[in-house]
């Protein structure tokens, strides 16, 4: 569940050719066989359960926070600063043959990206593959596809606002807790932040999905579970949003020194594939 442009969706992309690039180079080399003001969740239930859990999703008045996507079996981590108008996105993939890790992750502020990637469990992986351990500033007019490079859209990087506007109906639990049915095929936006779904297999049951939202003791949204059912060949899954650390999360800046370089050509082949 991610914002429409962006994020997850080409995380993943470049995550996986990444992975198989590296296998291969690795393999050829002979290298071996991760405060909005919202209701008080102890008061009586809301007039309103769909307003004031809205009035929960981070906004541009919230402090850094961080964040966490679980879409099937993908987990993303990150932070977003909306000051900075600022998003930091991780995930972490591992590879068995030959066996490493790799920990990619982009971080955006305004409309500048840089990348870093940590190559563990082959020495000199790093060396080999022509690849920086510091932060590489990227160039967006050198990727192929500039439109599918993360970028900042607002402090909401799982688009848990237009999810929720899809249900018609929201019940407060108490407790902080509120239950409702998604929509997935109301609009676009909705649609795009299911990158992992195949939508158009769940048929009637994408316009139903049961849905569980948190709001926490500051106000502000916790956590938003959807639970997809089974539809063609996809296995039912649960697709979990956190918000959390809300004015503890550090403060995104830019790279500085001796932190940071411009990306050489092999991450440019990294990233265009």
């Known amino acids: 569940m991610t914002q429409r442009t962006g994020t997850a969706a080409t995380f993943r992309r470049v995550a996986a050719l990444a992975t198989a690039v590296l296998a291969a180079t690795a393999l050829s080399a002979g290298c071996g066989t991760g405060g909005s003001t919202g209701s008080d969740p102890t008061a009586a239930p809301s007039a309103d359960p769909k307003a004031a859990l ?23 981590v990150g932070v ?48 080999m593959l022509k690849l920086p351990k510091r932060w590489m500033a990227v160039d967006r007019t ?12 607002n ?25 409702g049915v998604a929509d997935l095929t109301a609009n676009a936006d909705v649609q795009s932040a299911f990158d992992g779904v195949d939508v158009a297999a769940l048929g009637e049951a994408a316009k139903k999905v049961p849905f569980t939202a948190v709001v926490g003791p500051d106000g502000n949204l916790a956590s938003l579970t959807l639970d997809v059912p089974a539809g063609g060949k996809q296995k039912a899954m649960k697709l979990v949003t956190r918000y959390y650390d809300f004015g503890k999360a550090p403060k995104l800046t830019a790279p500085t020194g001796n932190q940071v370089q411009k990306a050489p050509p092999s991450a440019y082949e990294v990233l265009n594939g």
Do not use: C
């Open 54 to 76: 809205l009035a929960a999703v981070p906004d541009e008045k919230d402090p850094a926070f961080r964040f966490s996507t679980l879409d099937g079996t993908d987990r993303f």
């Open 142 to 153: 050198k990727l192929d596809d500039e439109t599918e490079a993360p970028v900042y859209q």
């Open 80 to 127: 977003v600063d909306p000051a900075a108008q600022a998003m930091e996105l991780g995930m972490t993939e591992k590879n068995d043959d030959p066996e490493f890790t790799m920990d990619m992750t982009f971080r955006v502020i305004d409309k500048d990206l840089w990348m870093r990637v940590k190559l563990t469990g082959i020495p000199g992986l790093h060396d």
């Open 155 to 179: 402090a909401d990087p799982a688009n848990t606002a237009a999810i929720i506007r899809t249900a018609d109906t929201v019940a407060d639990k108490g407790n902080g807790t509120y239950t």
